[in-house]
């Protein structure tokens, strides 16, 4: 009897056996179909991508993408100038570029540089606003000038050659709290291809075109010389050429620098702990480039079809609040084919960023030295980048994006609540304010006693004699968290340190929009899980039923006969 109930036992396990290797193989061919689906509609990943290009939005760029690391994001960025990074895209040597002016600008200065649009298809997002601020390093009886005050043709005159001295009396007139020295002005340039040099030289040309066409004429540009991203220099005027945003700001910012002043962008400035030059607008008051003045000088930019600006009217604005050379910056994205390299997984993986920017990131921008970008061009900017060749869209709530400018109405918060200057910031006041600018907030006592005096706090309020037309007033904080200073190499301009300056502290937000590592539950996950199920099932569906077989037979021989 003990013989037959082995013998049966053998038997069943083998058909047991044979009914798993069934059930693996129908599982492997089910495994093989779904994969050859998968093949054709698998899940996106998230690879490594990079981009090249303006050094102005730079240190924008930099804080985001530190941040999306925590999404498993990479994202690598070179700030080589704009020039550059267009160049390098067109190229296709880079999947993006960065840069505050398009391709194909009238440059006849610059014939070996080939702006010409690139052959692939591409569009222009805006990534984030700013001013393009006049850093500078001027000392009076050994202490640091920080209330410093110029008007548009002192600025170009000063970077055409024409004013060489602090105490040159066009400065004085700008400055009447202030015993300038009399000391060389050093004007510090780009060397390199530049979108910061084109959106000056273009407000030069736009604005104060004589002197402009004179100083071309004499470094034997063509005239009439408008815009340009390669500033020209004549030897023996003093002026000193660095490539760049960190290294004019870094030349500026050494002890040498004494004397020197540069145009950069105000972020550079914070990053540096130095002053800038407030200008003086259309409405008679010297303006600092914080994010609300740049938000105000906007309100009269004119957006092109393909999302490129036109300033004309921002650097003519009329409200008392206005910064004159505010600006935006683009992303330069490839839309529509996947070509010189650019995958759908790098399409996918630049979506996510340019999602992440362009909603949690802009509320860093302030606290950066920017300035975030109005709901229009997020609106805008969130319909370029569903262009982008293997995109995975996202719907986001755009009114949790907890920007800084949005309202109910539609309307710029930031640029409404802007306070208007005080009346010490008037030209017409005879009087100079005495906080400071930029990333040097110490005020600048009166050092001048013809000037008058003004110990006005910062801040402002509602001045009457803003004579603007959007007299609200209300103060917004205007937070200019700067970083720490940064050591640049004298004799190469580069950074020695960490480009964030002071400190670790990266900013965080708090509101995600949907960045999960690697997309979520996929296809893939699936046949894992199925994968895993039929081991599992191969290997203790045996054991289990021939213990359950043999008990059986246990208990049949135990029962009375």
């Not at 798993?20 to 698998?42: D, E, Y």
């Not at 910061?196 to 540009?221: I, P, V």
């Not at 010389?225 to 760049?244: D, E, L, N």
């Not at 200008?279 to 957006?303: C, F, H, Q, S, W």
Request: hydrophobic letters at 35%.
């Amino acid at each position: 009897m003990p013989e037959r109930t082995n013998l049966r036992m053998s038997a069943v396990s083998r058909r047991l056996f044979r009914l798993a290797a069934g059930v693996l193989a129908l599982g492997l061919v089910a495994a093989t179909v779904l994969a050859g689906g998968a093949a054709q509609a698998a899940a996106p990943i998230l690879v490594p991508i990079s981009g090249a290009g303006s050094t102005w939005s730079q240190n924008a760029v930099d804080a985001w993408r530190r941040n999306v690391t925590q999404y498993n994001m990479t994202i690598n960025y070179a700030g080589t100038g704009s020039t550059d990074g267009r160049n390098q895209f067109k190229n296709g040597t880079v999947d993006f570029a960065v840069s505050e002016i398009p391709y194909g600008i009238d440059d006849p200065a610059t014939p070996n540089a080939d702006d010409a649009p690139p052959n692939r298809k591409f569009a222009y997002m805006p990534i984030v606003a700013g001013g393009t601020s006049f850093m500078y390093n001027l000392k009076i009886g050994g202490r640091q000038v920080t209330n410093l005050r110029l008007s548009g043709p002192v600025i170009t005159k000063i970077f055409t050659g024409v004013i060489t001295n602090w105490s040159h009396p066009e400065i004085k007139a700008d400055n009447p709290g202030l015993a300038l020295p009399s000391r060389k002005i050093v004007p510090v340039v780009r060397s390199d291809g530049s979108g910061t040099t084109a959106q000056f030289t273009l407000w030069m040309s736009k604005e104060h075109g004589g002197l402009w066409n004179d100083y071309c004429r004499a470094a034997g540009r063509a005239t009439p010389c408008g815009i340009t991203s390669y500033y020209p220099t004549i030897p023996g005027r003093g002026f000193v050429a660095q490539a760049q945003s960190v290294g004019v700001a870094g030349y500026v910012a050494q002890g040498y620098g004494e004397g020197a002043i540069t145009y950069v962008e105000y972020s550079y400035a914070l990053e540096n702990r130095f002053p800038v030059a407030k200008v003086l607008n259309r409405a008679g008051y010297y303006i600092e480039p914080k994010a609300a003045n740049v938000a105000v000088g906007l309100l009269g930019a004119t957006i092109n079809g393909d999302l490129t600006q036109n300033l004309d009217n921002v650097y003519r604005g009329a409200d008392a609040r206005t910064y004159p050379l505010s600006s935006y910056s683009y992303m330069v994205l490839p839309v529509s084919e996947s070509v010189l390299g650019f995958t759908k997984n790098k399409g996918y993986t630049l979506g996510r960023f340019a999602y992440y920017f362009l909603c949690q990131g802009q509320q860093q921008a302030e606290v950066l030295g920017y300035s975030p970008l109005p709901i229009n061009l997020v609106t805008a900017a969130f319909d370029q980048v569903a262009r982008i060749d293997g995109v995975e869209k996202q719907d986001i709530k755009i009114e949790n994006c907890n920007n800084p400018t949005f309202s109910r109405d539609g309307t710029n918060t930031l640029a409404r609540n802007a306070a208007q200057p005080p009346s010490c910031d008037a030209k017409s006041s005879g009087t100079q304010c005495v906080t400071g600018t930029g990333g040097a907030t110490q005020e600048t006592r009166n050092s001048n006693p013809v000037g008058g005096n003004s110990n006005n706090p910062a801040g402002g309020g509602n001045n009457p004699a803003a004579g603007g037309n959007n007299a609200t007033g209300g103060a917004t904080p205007t937070g200019v968290a700067s970083a720490g200073p940064v050591a640049v190499d004298p004799d190469t301009g580069e950074s020695l340190g960490n480009p964030g300056g002071g400190g670790n502290d990266e900013f965080v937000v708090a509101t995600p929009v949907s960045l999960d590592g690697q997309g979520g539950w996929a296809l893939r996950h699936t046949m894992m899980l199925l994968a895993g199920v039929l081991l599992a099932g191969l290997l203790l569906a045996p054991p289990l039923f021939t213990r359950r077989l043999a008990g059986r037979n246990g208990t049949d021989q135990r029962s009375p006969r």
